[in-house]
């Protein structure tokens, strides 16, 4: 792509010895309409006021930017799995009008759930940016990640988790248990 806004994800899967077992990178190809309502409501008037977003629970929201309180972030702590880099284990296809992942993996350490870890900047410059997360597996068992997506939390008193993109893997990625799976989303600008 020549030019606008592209993205690229890497995943890598550790086993418990930190061996890299899988290792892939790839562009970003699922922006949500969640995305293109900020960009354009933002882009389409001097006025620009409020951003107009479905949040992860399917509800419509008319959040206000124009106060300098708004929130918009993605650096999600350690157990949060309501925001920031996020996985689930559904391959339905990609829609643009996706508001959340088809079936999110949990954060815990039970059968069928993930420990996510903070989400950090791994990298910032002029042209790009890269957000990181790691999700470490204590389910007993192992954990097949088939999706993966990234929410911000944004408002000014009530914050709402607004998914802005989803990637379906077309190689699922399988986390071993007491395995690490790292996640990366690098935006970028003119790529």
Known sequence: MEGGIGGEIE????DKDKN?????????????????????DVLNSEGYTSWNVVDTGGSNRNISVSSSNFIAS????????????????????FDVAQYNLGSKIPNGNGTGQIGYQGVTVY???PNQKTWQRAFVNTSGGDITVREIGFAVKAGITTLYSILLARDVLSTPVTVPNYGTLVIRYTFKINP
């Open 11 to 14: 995943i890598i899967v550790y």
């Open 74 to 93: 993605m650096n999600a702590p350690t157990g949060d799995d309501n925001y920031g880099i996020l996985v689930g284990s559904s391959d339905i296809a």
């Open 123 to 125: 990298q910032d410059m």
């Open 20 to 40: 890299i077992l899988q290792h892939i990178k790839k562009p970003m190809d699922s922006f949500t309409q969640n995305m293109k309502r900020w960009m354009c």
